[in-house]
């Protein structure tokens, strides 16, 4: 394993996340509030580690970045980036324990969005606004950022890509890694900006509108109210903020296609189709649940049920409305939705649509091969046959998940946890959701989980986010081994 070069491209990323504090600083000395300061030591600190590091390890080192290479440094990446970006919350005092400020560091790169904060609204507006970039740069990915914002370094960055992206199967869309990673970013950046146009046309603020999209288009869900979305009362934003959430959790090749001219895709993707029927059909139960026992008016019924299956469908985690109020019904639904994400390739956590798809056709085969077992047949997505090795992958991440969701469940009943919170924490933690039922529920947050309990939450998170396996093969003795 190459440990200079993991240390030198680790500290490239260290170096430039203390750059990118230089926006929730210049906010902070706009709004002349007590994080600017904090926020100087921070981006000097993280910066400094990162430049110092960088100089250290760079000059005649071999480039060659190998597959265990690019995982270490993934995990590395995410772990390191996580811990630095406490100092802002540290610093000003907004969160005083490190286990909380990692917490809340960690949940916002890994765009989870479940919190410790019990009044966020008293937190400067530069604290918080570090809080919902975070959430913006683990997104796409602050791995995918450092190959798009580092060509000089002149290796392949493959490696990193397959690690980070949250995909069954990597989808280049050009021939050099940082292309993809710059029209990934460019998409994302794109999408970004056109739903704070037009949240800012609804009549929110210019702070609220950068902020609410920052935590959007990852699927994250932070907000600067504490109400969350539900804060505002309008129609017009709660429909802005669910189109774009549905469209963060869209396969980014099908919006790059899209952008060449590609609209027949939208007609035949079966993950598209598929991903597109669950959030219909969710939305049609529960909207029949909830008219006329929670919701007299058709429309306030849609509109809510609407919104709540589509954010945590896609992982997002926005509220606007107390659903553990709802009846019984509509909360198992939701509690389905923790599970399943969006699209692979998208911002969202969860399984993803894809393997659900792929694993229910190959149950289907195997009871068709039962029936037939003379007939030769493969799993297809489409027209295009999957292989074997794709399908051993899937299953086996699969298992872990459920293995890890259950494990952690029992991990946090034992704590004192009660069995609706812990089944909701665990799913809503690993599949990078956020709000979840019972004592986390919408109205509720994660400042009254036992310390081990977060810390348990905080690497269910970071296992959600990078797919498990990155993280896994880690504390494998054989991946040590020469």
């Known amino acids: ?255 790059y296609k899209l952008v060449r001219g590609n609209v027949r895709q939208f007609f035949v993707n079966p993950e598209f189709l598929a991903y597109l029927s669950i959030a219909g059909l969710f939305i049609f139960l529960v909207f029949l649940d909830v008219y006329s026992t929670i919701y007299p008016r058709i429309l306030d019924a849609f509109r809510y049920a609407s919104f709540q299956v589509v954010s945590i469908l896609t992982t997002t985690g926005f509220v606007t409305a107390d659903y553990e109020k709802w009846p019984a019904f509509s909360q198992a639904i939701l509690f389905v939705c923790m599970f399943l994400g969006g699209m692979a390739g998208s911002t969202g956590g969860g399984i993803k649509i894809m393997r659900i798809i792929l694993m229910l056709k190959h149950c289907y085969l195997e009871i068709f091969r039962i029936i037939h077992p003379h007939a030769t047949t493969m799993v297809k997505l489409g027209n295009v046959p999957v292989s074997q090795t794709i399908m051993r992958s899937i299953w086996g991440f699969f298992l872990l998940y459920m293995g890890i969701f259950i494990l952690g469940v029992i991990a946090l009943a034992g704590l004192g946890m009660d069995m609706i919170s812990a089944l909701s924490a665990m799913a809503t933690c690993l599949g990078n959701v956020g709000p979840g039922l019972g004592s986390i529920g919408p109205m509720d947050n994660f400042a009254g989980v036992h310390p081990a309990g977060k810390w348990i939450m905080i690497f269910a998170m970071l296992l959600g986010r990078l797919e498990i396996y990155t993280i896994i093969v880690l504390l494998m003795p054989a991946f040590w081994r020469k």
């Open 1 to 255: 394993m190459n440990f200079r070069l993991i240390a030198y491209l680790v500290s490239a990323l260290v170096f430039f996340l203390g750059l990118s504090m230089c926006l929730p600083l210049i906010i902070g000395l706009i709004y002349n509030d007590n994080g600017a300061w904090p926020l100087f030591l921070s981006l000097a600190v993280t910066s400094g580690v990162g430049g110092c590091v960088l100089l250290w390890t760079r000059g005649h080192q071999n480039f060659y970045l190998s597959h265990r290479d690019g995982m270490m440094i993934v995990a590395l990446g995410w772990i390191i980036s996580g811990l630095l970006a406490t100092l802002p919350y540290l610093f000003s005092g907004a969160i005083p324990g490190f286990t909380d400020a990692y917490f809340e560091s960690m949940s916002g790169f890994t765009t989870t969005g479940a919190s410790i904060l019990t009044n966020i609204e008293i937190l400067p507006p530069s604290i918080l606004f570090w809080r919902a970039q975070t959430q913006w740069l683990g997104g796409m990915g602050i791995i995918v950022l450092s190959v798009a914002i580092l060509p000089f370094l002149g290796i392949g960055g493959m490696q990193l890509y397959k690690a980070e992206t949250p995909s069954p199967v990597v989808d280049k869309l050009t021939p050099r890694i940082s292309d993809t990673a710059k029209l990934l970013w460019k998409i994302y950046f794109f999408l970004t900006v056109f739903q704070i146009l037009l949240l800012l046309i609804g009549g929110m603020s210019l702070y609220d509108s950068v902020y609410h999209s920052f935590t959007t288009m990852p699927t994250g869900g932070f907000s600067p109210k504490n109400a969350s979305v539900g804060n505002y009362q309008s129609t017009y934003i709660d429909f802005v903020i669910l189109t774009f959430m549905f469209l963060a959790g869209i396969n980014f090749t099908m919006h």
